[in-house]
């Protein structure tokens, strides 16, 4: 008899599940934990493709003016990307970006969240909300950039994010 080994592919990542753990480097030279928050707040992540580029430019700016909006909730929050550490200071910089980007140049973190575009190592265009608890609250995949920051806040409203008292 031949036996066989069979391979199981990685689960993919989805609502209820725990959010793969991480930790990051941010645009503000601090280092972001996922399990740092687990207990206190949830995580909203905003995965981009590339700093500097159109779509993602108009995200940060987004995020930047309008963070007021998401910061009524107790939420910590941050876009991501594969860009290198350098990169991200420079495009947080420049945005006036005052929450962190933070800096996957592996891939192996987007690959984890199942927002890594195959072949290249580039981030799909995916925020990620994780609650309190560390378990994924929605993943959505339809962003506007444009609309980013008021997208952001009314899905934390309606996922029951507790507002800042």
Not at 26 to 47: C, E, M, N, P, R
């Amino acid at each position: 008899m031949v036996s066989m080994a069979i391979t199981i592919p990685a689960l993919a990542l989805e609502v209820g599940s725990p959010a793969p753990e991480f930790s990051l480097p941010g645009s503000d030279g601090k280092t972001y934990t996922l399990s740092d928050f687990k207990g206190k707040q949830a995580v909203a992540i905003a995965w981009y493709p590339k700093a500097f580029t159109k779509g993602c430019t108009i995200e940060c700016k987004s995020l930047a003016e309008n963070g007021h909006l998401i910061r009524e909730y107790d939420v910590a929050y941050f876009m991501a990307s594969t860009d290198e550490l350098e990169d991200n200071t420079k495009f947080a910089e420049e945005m006036k970006a005052d929450f962190p980007l933070l800096s996957d140049p592996s891939g192996e973190v987007a690959e984890a969240y199942g927002v890594k575009m195959p072949v290249l190592n580039m981030a799909k265009r995916v925020t990620i909300y994780i609650g309190k608890d560390g378990n994924v609250l929605k993943i959505d995949r339809d962003i506007k950039p444009a609309t980013s920051a008021e997208d952001m806040a009314k899905t934390l409203g309606e996922l029951g994010v507790a507002k800042k008292g």
